[in-house]
């Protein structure tokens, strides 16, 4: 069993940054793959970026990549994403989840937090 608790989400302007962080407990963090997804209103979730459990490998959804970044430090048990050069379109409620393999499809994974909501404004 593994707890994933979010924070870091808020209210920026466009262009400005935040990082979402995810503390994990219970079974070793290490042992899993993490990734990030969001879900905006009326919107189905859809994937944000992953990354595998030694931080070598990641992975992004195009509309994100370059702009944000997903690390691991394995020994804090945490996992973080990086938002900048945020846009209003990326307002939504962020979740992280831990699984065995790093995939773009939420049912690769089988815990999750309880999210973070996260505001660009114009």
């Known amino acids: 069993q593994v707890q994933l608790v979010e924070s870091g989400g808020g209210l920026v302007q466009a262009g400005g940054s935040l990082r979402l962080s995810c503390a994990a407990s219970g079974r070793t963090f290490g042992d899993y793959a993490m990734g990030w997804f969001r879900q905006a209103p009326g919107k189905e979730r859809e994937f944000v970026a992953a990354?595998?459990?030694?931080?070598?490998?990641?992975y992004y959804a195009t509309s994100v990549k370059d702009r944000f970044t997903i690390s691991r430090d394995n020994a804090k048990n945490t996992a973080y994403l990086q938002m900048n050069s945020l846009k209003p379109e990326d307002t939504a409620v962020y979740y992280c989840a831990a699984g065995v393999i790093a995939r773009r499809t939420d049912d690769a994974y089988g815990y999750w937090g309880q999210g973070t909501q996260v505001t660009v404004s114009s």
């Open positions: 990354i595998s459990w030694n931080g070598v490998n990641t």
